[in-house]
């Protein structure tokens, strides 16, 4: 009863910041979508992201007031596919609310964890998620990231139909094309007998898929940074990594586990640590503070590593 009082006031408080704003108001989860996001609404929406910048998507629970606030909104926009995993009943109450929620990762032909796709499609064309282990992180494929703007445009558009939000959409795609022909051209330095990823969880999917990488090994095993890797798990780490000669590991600044280290001091030649952006923009101006800049960061991170 205190938390629906609290979330009551919370919203009233809202409606008075906002008053006079018919614009649709947009929530974005990640940081990652709120910048997707905001290449399409531009000033049309009233858009708010609920995850600071450097938060872990896996552990990050919401404030009151941040509940308060997905009830309000017009259009939820989520990763889905487990991603948000301290969010998920939240979601699932506004929706049940009547709150349009758009789960973006799960319409754009979403990897199976440990790579390739689904043998078949669904009679209607879609995916069918259930009993499939599918991996969140789309974000590391550019087109895939253009085609999740593109959803966001239409579900704008059922909302709002008196601005052309697939303009924007089209427009961030091309710049999204072009990032992927850069992004290319900056692996290509990468010998494909180099192509071998140590990620600190299973994240990369989408970018070793795209680019013509393959996973090697996982420090924590699986797509969450919440697991917990075993004692005989990180010894079988260890050997891969050095019998393969892998130079380096990469973690991720949401979660630059330790563990990543311990592991790199045990094995038999020089192994560098190597901190990439997986979850989260970093500052606003920085060489990871919007998606495009992100990702081609991480690629000149990874060509620096391995090459």
């Known amino acids: 009863?205190?938390?629906?009082?609290?979330?009551?006031?919370?919203?009233?408080?809202?409606?008075?910041?906002?008053?006079g704003d018919e614009r649709p108001l947009v929530v974005a989860t990640t940081t990652i979508l709120g910048d997707i996001a905001a290449n399409v609404v531009g000033d049309d929406a009233r858009l708010e992201v609920l995850m600071p910048r450097g938060a872990d998507p896996h552990d990050f629970e919401p404030s009151s007031r941040q509940v308060a606030l997905l009830a309000e909104a017009d259009l939820v926009i989520a990763n889905g596919l487990g991603l948000e995993e301290g969010l998920g009943d939240v979601i699932d109450g506004v929706?049940?609310?009547?709150?349009?929620?758009?789960?973006?990762?799960?319409?754009?032909?979403?990897?199976?964890?440990?790579?390739?796709?689904?043998?078949?499609?669904?009679?209607d064309g879609e995916h069918d998620l259930e009993g499939v282990n599918f991996d969140p992180h789309f974000w590391f494929d550019p087109l895939r990231v253009a085609e999740a703007g593109r959803l966001i445009a239409s579900a704008l558009g059922e909302i709002d139909a008196s601005v052309d939000w697939s303009e924007s959409a089209d427009r961030y795609a091309t710049e999204?094309?072009?990032?992927?022909?850069r992004i290319a051209a900056i692996l290509a330095a990468v010998p494909a007998?180099?192509?071998?990823?140590?990620?600190n969880h299973d994240s990369l999917g989408y970018f070793a898929d795209r680019y013509g990488f393959e996973i090697a090994g996982m420090v924590i095993p699986g797509g969450s940074t919440l697991g917990e890797p075993g004692?005989?798990?990180l010894a079988e780490l260890v050997a891969l990594i050095d019998?393969?000669?892998?130079?380096?590991?990469?973690?991720?600044?949401?979660?630059?586990?330790?563990?990543?280290?311990?592991?790199?001091?045990?094995?038999?030649?020089?192994?560098?640590?190597?901190?990439?952006?997986?979850?989260?923009?970093?500052?606003?101006?920085?060489?990871?503070?919007?998606?495009?800049?992100?990702?081609?960061?991480?690629?000149?991170?990874?060509?620096?590593?391995?090459a």
């Open 231 to 233: 004692s005989q798990e």
């Open 176 to 181: 999204l094309a072009s990032a992927d022909e």
């Open 193 to 199: 007998e180099r192509r071998q990823l140590v990620t």
């Open 1 to 19: 009863m205190l938390a629906l009082i609290l979330a009551t006031g919370l919203l009233a408080a809202c409606d008075d910041q906002t008053k």
């Open 243 to 306: 019998s393969l000669g892998i130079p380096a590991i990469f973690a991720d600044t949401t979660d630059p586990s330790p563990i990543a280290t311990a592991i790199a001091a045990e094995v038999g030649h020089p192994v560098a640590v190597v901190t990439i952006s997986t979850g989260s923009l970093g500052e606003p101006g920085g060489p990871a503070g919007t998606l495009i800049a992100m990702l081609e960061e991480n690629a000149r991170l990874i060509t620096e590593a391995l």
């Open 95 to 123: 929706r049940g609310d009547g709150v349009r929620v758009l789960e973006v990762a799960g319409m754009l032909d979403p990897l199976p964890f440990g790579g390739g796709r689904q043998d078949e499609d669904d009679d």
